[in-house]
């Protein structure tokens, strides 16, 4: 017998919510065939078999999230391996195309984390269990662990955990599951609210330069990638933990996008060296590949700083959710006309609002306010 445990599906999460099993028990899979397909923060997965075997027992059923390092699949044969192409060496690490070998054990020791094949002075504990007893101060190595050969879950954390405030009871009377991207949205919104320190500043853009047909996007995003130029403090990353900042010269922007399955937040890559043609191009393609769920996981990771268009359906000012580890997100509403005063005379002008959120911590009131007006100083050239 044989355990595979839920690889990290190198989306940086601790779990992942079952999409479709490819095997039943009693089937016979070869190495590299598909096995399951896991549903992670906005993208699914398929996870090969890393053993030749017969299927013995498929810990979850299709909905049930599973956390990273938990059993997923028992094989019967005890003569199952792995090959060094498709599973995972012993250094456990993991990247596209290489599954992690579920027996690894990390071992904390004072030069960091390594992998050991037992389990003898070792605190052996999930990832999430791991950075929950981070918060909460708490000492791993009085915990037993519960899980598979006495790991640490975060079940095990949260049972000592100080009971400082009594839990909320809400009913329902026809309660539904939250899944899929909004299980990762919900999960998002509320460590953005747990960890930043959010500042918002408003401003509008005059565009009555603009000549008919400017593509409202392209130009936006050209905005930020001035502006993050002109200002860098808002595009990168900020760790709580060690209060240490990593700023990009590269703008990586994810721009959110709206679908009946929740929110999305694909990334465009390098935005400041794209033209309005390609950045039109690309944005069209992850708008359709957000609706058909084919948008590849790399797609959406590690954005440096986030594009909130939400005025194309409604909404003049908002206070954008900055999500952690980015610094920034910048919100932009219903295009408006308003009646100014130019050159002696009083005109009709059309407006962008503007709202940009910020982590405090990591950027200051004096950045952002550069930031927004590079951003206002490039929308309101006419080209």
Do not use: C
């Not at 037993?144 to 839990?167: R, Y």
């Not at 590949?289 to 359906?313: C, H, Y």
Request: glycine content about 8%.
């Amino acid at each position: 017998m044989k355990i595979f445990n839920l690889p990290d599906l190198g989306e940086g999460l601790p779990d992942a919510e079952i999409h479709e099993w490819y095997v039943k028990v009693g089937d016979t899979i070869k190495i590299d065939e598909p096995l399951v397909s896991m549903e992670t923060a906005k993208a699914v997965v398929e996870v090969p078999s890393p053993f030749d075997g017969v299927i013995g027992k498929l810990y979850g059923h299709v909905g049930d999230v599973i956390d990273t390092g938990e059993p997923l699949v028992e094989f019967d044969s005890d003569e199952a391996e792995a090959t060094p192409s498709s599973a995972s060496s012993n250094d456990g690490a993991t990247v596209a195309g290489k599954i992690e070998v579920g027996e690894t054990i990390l071992k904390e020791s004072a030069t960091g984390v390594t992998p050991t094949s037992t389990a003898s002075n070792t605190i052996s504990a999930l990832p999430i269990a791991r950075a929950l007893a981070r918060q909460l101060n708490i000492d791993l190595s009085k915990i037993n662990g519960s899980g598979p050969q006495g790991q640490i879950t975060a079940e095990d954390v949260k049972a000592h955990a100080p009971q400082s405030q009594e839990k909320i009871s809400v009913h329902l009377n026809n309660p539904e599951a939250i899944r899929g991207a909004r299980r990762t949205m919900a999960k998002m919104m509320a460590a953005s609210h747990a960890e930043v320190a959010p500042v918002t500043l408003v401003d509008n853009a005059d565009i009555y330069a603009w000549p008919e047909k400017t593509d409202i996007t392209a130009r936006i995003i050209r905005a930020i990638s001035v502006a993050s130029h002109t200002e860098p403090a808002l595009n990168g990353w900020y760790d709580g933990q060690s209060n240490a900042r990593e700023l990009s010269s590269t703008v990586n922007l994810g721009i959110a996008m709206d679908s009946v399955d929740g929110l999305f937040v694909p990334v465009i890559q390098g935005a400041n060296d794209l033209d309005p043609k390609q950045i039109r191009e690309t944005v069209n393609l992850y708008k359709q590949q957000v609706k058909d769920r084919t948008i590849a996981p790399e797609n959406l990771k590690d954005p440096s700083i986030t594009l909130s268009n939400f005025g194309m359906f409604a909404g003049r000012y908002a206070n954008p959710i900055v999500v952690p580890p980015m610094i920034a997100i910048i919100g932009t509403g219903k295009i408006y006309t308003e009646v100014v005063y130019r050159d002696s005379n009083i005109e009709n002008h059309r407006m962008i609002p503007i709202s940009i959120t910020f982590d405090h911590r990591a950027a200051t009131g004096g950045e952002t306010s550069r930031f927004l007006g590079a951003m206002i100083a490039d929308l309101e050239k006419p080209e």
